[in-house]
């Protein structure tokens, strides 16, 4: 069965700092597409970054890349020179692209603080 | 601006009441999405449109829900008898060509 996992719930860094999240999935699946979502304070959720599974290399946009590393089904987030408005609740999400339909399962959210 | 439109953005019903909340997918998609997000926890999926067919729900929404697509442009989800279970933010998206998920910005919904 498809499965996103998040074990952190809340990260709080200071501005102008690098912060990692993590993210393990479970998928039987030979091809899906992994997904960090972040959700503003007003509920709005914003797409930040993909990895298609099939890529070896690392998606990056901006100051938000990706740590893939799929023999351990691990895809983890990280924000470079964290910003003030960077807090947010951040979601880890997968798609299988043959088995399990083609909706999101998401993972709980990692909460961010950024502060001054 | 968000390529998924929703309306209303709240709304508020009584138990036993009927609500429905809108979706307008970005132009072409033909994938739309449902989901529930209780008390800003993990998204749930609720169910799936494929150019306008329902192609995936879950029980909950078969038993208490009703929701269709009659048209690329417009869907809707429905709750036939609100239950104050049913207070959440529901998030409707769509997929583009690329694989690339829109999500709007959300009803939310309360029942007192």
């Known amino acids: 069965a498809q499965k996103v996992t998040q074990t952190q719930t809340s990260i709080s860094v200071v501005e102008k700092t690098t912060v990692t999240m993590d993210c393990v999935y479970e998928?039987?699946?030979?091809?899906?597409?992994l997904f960090w979502y972040k959700q503003t304070a007003s509920g709005e959720i914003v797409f930040l970054i993909r990895q298609d599974s099939y890529k070896k290399e690392n998606a990056t946009v901006g100051h938000y890349s990706l740590n893939f590393q799929k023999p351990k089904s691990s895809i983890g987030l990280i924000i470079t020179a964290t910003q003030i408005e960077d807090s947010a609740v951040y979601f880890c999400a997968m798609r299988e692209l043959y088995q399990g339909g083609r909706a999101l399962i998401f993972g709980t959210g990692t909460t961010v603080s950024v502060s001054p | 601006d968000a390529a998924v439109t929703q309306k209303p953005r709240y709304l508020i019903k009584m138990k036993g009441q009927e609500a429905e909340m809108k979706c307008i997918p970005e132009k072409g998609h033909t994938a739309v999405f449902w989901y529930q997000q209780k008390q800003s926890k993990e998204l749930k999926f609720l169910i799936y449109?494929?150019?306008?067919?329902?192609?995936?729900q879950i029980d909950m929404v078969k038993e208490r829900f009703s929701a269709v697509c009659p048209s690329s442009s417009l869907c809707s989800l429905g709750i036939r008898t609100c239950e104050a279970e049913d207070s959440a933010l529901y998030l409707c998206s769509s997929i583009d060509r690329e694989e690339e998920v829109f999500f709007g910005k959300g009803t939310r919904l309360t029942v007192v």
């Open positions: 449109f494929q150019n306008q067919q329902p192609l995936d």
């Open positions: 998928t039987r699946d030979s091809s899906y597409f």
